[in-house]
């Protein structure tokens, strides 16, 4: 430091020298800049926990809602269903009358075969009043058969459907088909049945439980070439047909994760300004939704989302001066007498001073993602076109924020960010509740600066890819 | 109250003790900032920094210089590093400025104002070695530690500081070129 003059020279000038600052100054702000310094850190570790134990949580209660549901309901019979309306949602009525009165037969019709076995009567019983239930007393006997054959075959699939035993199927199979012929009587029938036939059984569970029982009626259960005439029976709709509306089975609510980045390049080749910018800007965006499907093809949703946005950039600043250099000489002319003259040069130099220095902003912020999507199908794809508005607030500002013709710092004051996407592209269905979205879009990114009282904004082109899950 | 009183009370939070600090101290280091940043907000952002920074940590303070010479050390070093975080590139003008002599004197004849007017319209590239080497006092060697820049360049950044100085000071007095 002894061998530097120029700080002996400026030291005393410049230590005691001051400079005021504006009204935004002051030791109040500072010391709540200070307290919410320290409040954020205490602020956004409890906030982090909080979303990922509601993601944790969410995703809790969607595995335990789903093991619930799948307990009331044959996801593969309901689903072919749902999506196969064609399906005639016959073979299934009941009439109460009928019912009754076939009962009663079914008990005469005990009495006479003189079942000793508590158990045996009760299953009997059930047996009797459950096939008196499902069929019409004035249809024929093959379709009555025919009803109690599609319960039978509708009972195997619940019962595919709730992991339990499938032995007994055969059996009641065989017992159909090695009735069907003979049978006069559905209640003789049903009476001369074993007890401890697994069919009992089975319906007996038919009858107990109603979320078991799937209306739609499956195609005939047998072997060769179905009759479909034979399944043509024309029974009145019951009220389990109106209970069961399919479409209260179809889930219209999903979740998307979606992540979704792009960039933008600026450069100023043409030298129109005196500070020429090139820049790349880039943002790469995280979003969680839940959606709902609000049919014809539209679907609406909100979450929360997070995203980053980034640019890195060179100015370059020419300035041209004219710089004069004189240049001087004697010369002696030795002819007496000696005389000196002295010769002055003068030239004039352009020269071009260049500055250039990087620069470089970010802006960080958390947003609500207000999401409209449209689906439809273009030829034999399925596409979906998609607006989002992202009103949000930024966590971080900081840098130098550019355009083509100038940069300048922005502050540091958190203030309010708002983006707005628009997107179209194929949905690509993975498994049946999985669905792939690959999304070209554009993007809109902007938020206020607080410090120069201006908003600033781009639109920047990317590619987004959302994972969407029905519940 | 003495400067060990004064760190004492901003270390318990007194805030009679933490005014006073700002009173006292605020406006230098504003002088101080507004050196090393572009513009005025910029400097009353780092100033604001700078006071947190000296509030937190003026617990680590241990009275080896004294109380103005660390605040001024831990705002210059705060300066830096956001120059830092802009990536200043340390070249601009061509070598051709060295042919012109620097009289040391130059700035005698100036008032403070005037110098601080100079040295703001420097490059952020000068104007940062300038008031680091000049006016703060670190060695070359420091700079480049501090910059991560080598010394050398920070030697012809000052050199190239002083010569872009005394052009604009010529101007400043007419136009008068060295010959």
Request: proline share 0%.
């Given at each position: 430091m002894q061998n530097n003059p120029f700080n002996e020279q400026f030291k005393l000038r410049f230590q005691d020298l001051e400079s005021p600052f504006s009204e935004n100054v002051s030791f109040g702000i500072v010391m709540g800049k200070r307290k919410r310094k320290k409040r954020r850190v205490i602020f956004w570790i409890p906030l982090t926990l909080l979303i990922v134990l509601s993601f944790c949580g969410g995703g809790y209660l969607h595995f335990k809602s789903k093991g619930i549901a799948g307990l009331g309901k044959s996801p593969a019979n309901q689903r072919s269903f749902a999506k196969n309306p064609s399906i005639p949602s016959k073979g299934f009525s009941q009439d109460q009358k009928i019912m009754a009165q076939g009962s009663e037969q079914a008990v005469d019709q005990r009495k006479r075969q003189n079942h000793s076995s508590p158990k045996s009567d009760l299953n009997q019983r059930n047996h009797a009043l459950v096939i008196k239930s499902n069929i019409k007393g004035t249809k024929t006997t093959k379709h009555t058969i025919s009803g109690i054959h599609h319960h039978s075959h509708r009972f195997q699939n619940t019962l595919q459907s709730n992991g339990k035993t499938l032995k007994l199927i055969p059996s009641s199979k065989d017992f159909i088909y090695s009735e069907v012929k003979g049978v006069a009587d559905v209640t003789t029938f049903a009476e001369n049945t074993n007890p401890s036939n697994p069919l009992v059984t089975i319906i007996d569970l038919l009858q107990y439980s109603k979320p078991l029982i799937d209306p739609k009626g499956i195609s005939p259960y047998g072997f060769g070439i179905a009759n479909p005439l034979e399944d043509q029976v024309e029974i009145p709709e019951g009220e389990y047909e109106t209970q069961w509306d399919p479409t209260i089975l179809e889930s219209r609510w999903y979740t998307e994760f979606c992540i979704n980045a792009g960039s933008m390049s600026m450069s100023d080749l043409q030298g129109k300004t005196p500070m020429a910018i090139f820049g790349t800007q880039y943002h790469a965006n995280y979003q969680a939704l839940v959606l709902k499907?609000?049919?014809?093809?539209f679907m609406i949703g909100a979450g929360i989302g997070y995203g980053e946005w980034i640019g890195n950039g060179l100015w370059v600043k020419n300035v041209n001066t004219l710089r004069m250099y004189v240049d001087s000489h004697d010369i002696v002319v030795l002819i007496p007498p000696v005389q000196t003259i002295r010769v002055r040069d003068t030239t004039f130099v352009n020269e071009v001073i260049s500055s250039e220095g990087k620069i470089h902003y970010r802006v960080n912020k958390f947003s609500i993602p207000l999401a409209f999507y449209y689906q439809t199908m273009l030829g034999r794809i399925s596409w979906r076109a998609g607006l989002q508005l992202n009103p949000g607030f930024t966590t971080k500002i900081e840098g130098e924020y550019f355009n083509n013709s100038e940069y300048f710092s922005i502050g540091k004051n958190r203030s309010f960010n708002f983006d707005a996407k628009v997107s179209f592209g194929p949905r690509i269905a993975l498994t049946q509740h999985w669905t792939i979205i690959l999304e070209p879009n554009m993007m809109l990114q902007s938020f206020y600066d607080r410090s120069n009282k201006r908003t600033n904004g781009k639109v920047l082109t990317g590619f987004g890819l959302s994972i969407l899950h029905q519940f | 109250m003495t400067e060990k009183e004064l760190v004492d009370g901003c270390i318990r939070e007194d805030r009679i003790c933490q005014r006073e600090l700002w009173d006292r101290y605020s406006k230098k280091l504003m002088s101080l900032c507004i050196r090393y940043c572009n513009n005025q907000e910029e400097a009353e952002d780092a100033l604001m920094e700078a006071y947190i920074k000296i509030y937190d940590n003026l617990n680590k303070f241990k009275f080896l210089s004294s109380l103005e010479t660390w605040m001024r050390r831990v705002t210059v070093n705060l300066c830096i590093n956001k120059i830092r975080a802009r990536k200043h590139i340390w070249n601009s003008i061509?070598?051709?400025?060295?042919r012109i002599g620097f009289n040391d004197?130059?700035?005698?004849?100036?008032q403070v104002q005037q110098i601080l007017k100079l040295v703001e319209s420097l490059p952020v590239g000068y104007r940062t070695i300038f008031n680091l080497y000049a006016i703060e006092g670190y060695p070359h060697k420091e700079i480049a530690k501090i910059l991560a820049i080598d010394e050398g360049t920070s030697r012809s950044q000052f050199s190239k500081a002083r010569k872009a100085l005394q052009l604009s000071i010529e101007k400043l007095e007419g136009g008068v070129m060295p010959s």
């Open positions: 499907d609000c049919g014809r093809g | 061509s070598d051709d400025e060295y004197n130059t700035f005698e004849n100036l």
